[in-house]
């Protein structure tokens, strides 16, 4: 297929230089897409009808066998050999059982071996002879170590993960899922279904799946290319809202943070923005050839309370008042005997005297000046804030000393969203089709706004834990953040069956749960690892830094990657430790290999990342590096959770209660 593509000559179907360059660029895209990956089979099951798919299910009609695989391939006369994972047909191989065989005579599961075909199993659903069992190969291909990348899990997929992949476009899903339930593997996947069920709508409008920072999103970056989708953006939240030049280079206070990204800045901004318009107090006078038409004051009082009572954006509302005015000027002109057309309107809009009312009663707003003010004027954020902030929230969001520019500021985080809030009061953002937002536990309300203006007229998939929240401001419940994001209408599905920790590890981190999220459902894994938890104290006075390092070439004894996890305050003396032992380590986000297992991971940074085997340093300190104890623990119950095979848990300090008792 690929080698067909390559050999396509345009030279005679392309009318001119442009229909050239843009058919050999959909042509690269299709070469790109078409691409061999190392280790990753065309195919990994075959689907054995009873009848032919859309047959009458006649006694006697013949059925019909499919191949399934990551895309379509077919043969030289151009019939399939192997049918797309998303397409209709294949359903079957993930919601059929013996319970419900869907017409399946026959599924069959192949297993591979460095990308060599090594074994097959065989399901008879349609025998009620045969008992139902559970798949060695599926199981096997779960626990199958990890080195690089996140990989795709289209040969793994469970029938209830099935349902949120091939939900529809329309509807909005929230999915809820503690670690190991495949949230994030089942959001990436549901674009890879949306892109092929709806690829024209979502190639007009886009698609973007946006991650809590780049480690993250540099682990997931292959899974959509290796199923044959290459044109989904992927950023944070941090980059959709830095625009104009702006750049993070300051940070908050927790306690102020938490007001920046509090839902009701939003209303603060909001007033902000329309304090800029003023009522006239002047008639104006419009010179048109020898006449002069005056608009009297109070007309301009009511075009301008009409726009304000519309709600529009506060630019479109500007870009209408010239014309609105000069439109009144039209109907005086009528009036007179003349007979204007729409030239004479946009002329008289574009005059002077029309300018310089607009700019008077309706001012261009700078939304980085506008917050720059909001910030450093305590009378300016008094009079917008008042019965929205109390005054203390005020004091905290005030500058102590405020900068003399809009260059010149250190800008963090929450401040940027609400720039992005403001621009979005000025200017309408652009809306996308569809849009996957992971981890989205930790965002704050403001977060979420800037999220949902990014698919107003699209939807959405939310990914995330509500017991991984570690920000001060982590969501508290799924209905309040589907509020904020503008998807109240959301379907939210709770995943709770783990396929990614084993049992042991995941019993023993859900200990934390009455503490970090009362009530949430603990998760149940389908994998029992005798041995795969230890936890190790340190005695009469053991060197835990020489313990650590210990621990870990213990690990590297074992097959796949290794995650050396710690307290941000840890990672320079743990550092050190594996320089001196010579021991290489990878920085989150950086590929591992075969020659380079593994990597050393700040505990802020471990969230949606994974390991075959973790070594996790000194718990007390990852507790004790966060703002509150609520938010300690439960960035502890994200690095308890982060092993797929086994995790050394080691410490000198005692353990939290809830793990010691």
Same mark, same amino acid.
């Given at each position: 297929?690929?080698?067909?593509?390559?050999?396509?000559?345009?030279?005679?179907?392309?009318?001119?230089?442009?229909?050239?360059?843009?058919?050999?660029?959909?042509?690269?895209?299709?070469?790109?897409?078409?691409?061999?990956?190392?280790? =990753?089979?065309?195919?990994?099951?075959? #689907?054995?009808?009873?009848?032919?798919?859309?047959?009458? #299910?006649?006694?006697?009609?013949?059925?019909?066998?499919?191949?399934?695989?990551?895309?379509?391939?077919?043969?030289?006369?151009?019939?399939?050999?192997?049918?797309?994972?998303?397409?209709?047909?294949?359903?079957?191989?993930?919601?059929?059982?013996?319970?419900? &065989?869907?017409?399946?005579?026959?599924?069959?599961?192949?297993?591979?071996?460095?990308?060599?075909?090594?074994?097959? +199993?065989?399901?008879?659903?349609?025998?009620?002879?045969?008992?139902?069992?559970?798949?060695? #190969?599926?199981?096997?291909?779960?626990?199958?170590?990890?080195?690089?990348?996140?990989?795709?899990?289209?040969?793994?997929?469970?029938?209830?993960?099935?349902?949120?992949?091939?939900?529809?476009?329309?509807?909005?899903?929230?999915?809820?899922?503690?670690?190991?339930?495949?949230?994030?593997?089942?959001?990436?996947?549901?674009?890879?279904?949306?892109?092929?069920?709806?690829?024209?709508?979502?190639?007009?409008?886009?698609?973007?799946?946006?991650?809590?920072?780049?480690?993250?999103?540099?682990?997931?970056?292959?899974?959509?290319?290796?199923?044959?989708?290459?044109?989904?953006?992927?950023?944070?939240?941090?980059?959709?809202?830095?625009?104009?030049?702006?750049?993070?280079?300051?940070?908050?206070?927790?306690?102020?943070?938490?007001?920046?990204?509090?839902?009701?800045?939003?209303?603060?901004?909001?007033?902000?923005?329309?304090?800029?318009?003023?009522?006239?107090?002047?008639?104006?006078?419009?010179?048109?050839?020898?006449?002069?038409?005056?608009? &009297?004051?109070?007309?301009?009082? +009511?075009?301008?309370?009409?726009?304000?009572?519309?709600?529009?954006?506060?630019?479109?509302?500007?870009?209408?008042?010239?014309?609105?005015?000069?439109?009144?000027?039209?109907?005086?002109?009528?009036?007179?005997? +003349?007979?204007?057309?729409?030239?004479?309107?946009?002329?008289?809009?574009?005059?002077?005297?029309?300018?310089?009312?607009?700019?008077?009663?309706?001012?261009?707003?700078?939304?980085?000046?506008?917050?720059?003010?909001?910030?450093?004027?305590?009378?300016?954020?008094?009079?917008?804030?008042?019965?929205?902030?109390?005054?203390?929230?005020?004091?905290?969001?005030?500058?102590?000393?405020?900068?003399?520019?809009?260059?010149?500021?250190?800008?963090?985080?929450?401040?940027?969203?609400?720039?992005?809030?403001?621009?979005?009061?000025?200017?309408?953002?652009?809306?996308?089709?569809?849009?996957? %937002?992971?981890?989205?536990?930790?965002?704050?309300?403001?977060?979420?706004?800037?999220?949902?203006?990014?698919?107003?007229?699209?939807?959405?998939?939310?990914?995330?834990?509500?017991?991984?929240? =570690?920000?001060?401001?982590? =969501?508290?419940?799924?209905?309040?953040?589907?509020?904020?994001?503008?998807?109240?209408?959301?379907?939210?599905?709770?995943?709770?069956?783990?396929?990614?920790?084993?049992?042991?590890?995941?019993?023993?981190?859900?200990?934390?749960?009455?503490?970090?999220?009362?009530?949430?459902?603990?998760?149940?894994?389908?994998?029992?690892?005798?041995?795969?938890?230890?936890?190790?104290?340190?005695?009469?006075?053991?060197?835990?830094?020489?313990?650590?390092?210990?621990?870990?070439?213990?690990?590297?004894?074992?097959?796949?990657?290794?995650?050396?996890?710690?307290?941000?305050?840890?990672?320079?003396?743990?550092?050190?430790?594996?320089?001196?032992?010579?021991?290489?380590?990878?920085?989150?986000?950086?590929?591992?290999?075969?020659?380079?297992?593994?990597?050393?991971?700040?505990?802020?940074?471990?969230?949606?990342?994974?390991?075959?085997?973790?070594?996790?340093?000194?718990?007390?300190?990852?507790?004790?590096?966060?703002?509150?104890?609520?938010?300690? #623990?439960?960035?502890?119950?994200?690095? %308890?959770?982060?092993?797929?095979?086994?995790? =050394?848990?080691?410490?000198?300090?005692?353990?939290?209660?809830?793990?010691?008792?």
């Amino acid at each position: 297929m690929r080698e067909d593509v390559e050999a396509l000559d345009i030279r005679d179907v392309t009318a001119n230089w442009v229909n050239a360059i843009v058919l050999q660029a959909q042509i690269d895209d299709r070469i790109k897409a078409l691409a061999d990956l190392a280790h =990753t089979p065309l195919f990994f099951g075959r #689907l054995n009808y009873l009848h032919a798919p859309g047959a009458e #299910l006649a006694e006697g009609a013949e059925g019909e066998q499919f191949y399934i695989g990551r895309r379509h391939v077919h043969d030289a006369d151009g019939d399939p050999m192997v049918i797309d994972w998303r397409a209709p047909v294949s359903q079957p191989f993930y919601r059929a059982s013996k319970k419900d &065989p869907q017409d399946i005579a026959l599924r069959r599961r192949f297993g591979y071996t460095g990308g060599e075909l090594t074994a097959y +199993e065989d399901e008879h659903l349609s025998d009620p002879s045969e008992a139902a069992a559970v798949s060695k #190969l599926l199981q096997q291909e779960i626990e199958r170590p990890r080195v690089g990348p996140m990989r795709d899990i289209v040969a793994t997929i469970q029938p209830e993960q099935d349902e949120i992949v091939r939900s529809g476009l329309s509807g909005s899903v929230c999915v809820q899922g503690g670690p190991g339930t495949g949230k994030t593997a089942v959001g990436l996947h549901r674009v890879a279904y949306l892109l092929y069920a709806h690829r024209e709508r979502l190639a007009r409008t886009g698609t973007l799946v946006i991650g809590p920072n780049r480690s993250f999103l540099h682990y997931i970056e292959q899974v959509l290319p290796a199923l044959g989708e290459l044109e989904v953006k992927q950023a944070t939240v941090e980059d959709l809202v830095t625009q104009g030049g702006l750049e993070i280079r300051g940070a908050d206070a927790a306690a102020t943070a938490v007001v920046k990204g509090d839902a009701r800045m939003a209303q603060v901004l909001r007033r902000a923005v329309r304090s800029h318009v003023t009522a006239p107090t002047e008639p104006l006078m419009v010179v048109r050839g020898s006449r002069r038409w005056r608009v &009297p004051a109070y007309e301009l009082e +009511e075009i301008v309370a009409e726009l304000q009572a519309r709600d529009i954006r506060y630019g479109a509302a500007r870009d209408a008042l010239p014309q609105r005015i000069a439109h009144t000027v039209l109907v005086r002109m009528e009036q007179a005997g +003349e007979a204007p057309d729409d030239r004479v309107q946009d002329a008289v809009a574009r005059t002077a005297a029309v300018k310089t009312a607009v700019k008077a009663m309706w001012p261009a707003v700078d939304p980085a000046k506008l917050v720059l003010r909001l910030l450093s004027d305590a009378q300016f954020l008094a009079e917008h804030a008042q019965g929205v902030l109390s005054q203390e929230e005020q004091e905290l969001l005030l500058w102590a000393k405020p900068p003399r520019s809009v260059k010149s500021a250190k800008w963090s985080a929450a401040d940027l969203v609400l720039i992005d809030e403001a621009a979005d009061l000025v200017e309408r953002t652009h809306s996308l089709g569809h849009v996957v %937002l992971d981890e989205a536990q930790d965002l704050s309300p403001m977060q979420y706004r800037a999220v949902g203006r990014r698919c107003t007229t699209g939807s959405a998939t939310v990914l995330g834990d509500l017991a991984q929240g =570690t920000t001060p401001w982590a =969501t508290r419940s799924w209905d309040e953040a589907l509020a904020h994001l503008g998807k109240a209408e959301a379907v939210l599905e709770e995943l709770t069956a783990g396929f990614r920790v084993p049992r042991e590890v995941i019993a023993y981190a859900s200990r934390l749960l009455p503490s970090i999220s009362p009530g949430l459902a603990a998760v149940s894994s389908v994998r029992e690892t005798p041995g795969s938890l230890v936890v190790s104290p340190a005695v009469d006075g053991a060197d835990l830094t020489a313990s650590v390092i210990e621990a870990c070439r213990a690990s590297l004894g074992h097959e796949g990657s290794i995650g050396l996890i710690a307290a941000d305050a840890r990672i320079a003396e743990l550092a050190g430790a594996l320089e001196a032992a010579g021991m290489a380590y990878l920085s989150p986000g950086e590929e591992t290999t075969a020659a380079s297992r593994l990597t050393l991971v700040p505990a802020s940074l471990a969230k949606g990342l994974e390991y075959d085997y973790v070594v996790l340093d000194e718990p007390a300190a990852i507790v004790s590096g966060e703002p509150d104890e609520r938010t300690g #623990l439960r960035r502890l119950y994200v690095c %308890l959770t982060r092993a797929v095979s086994g995790l =050394t848990l080691l410490h000198a300090d005692p353990l939290p209660a809830a793990l010691a008792s």
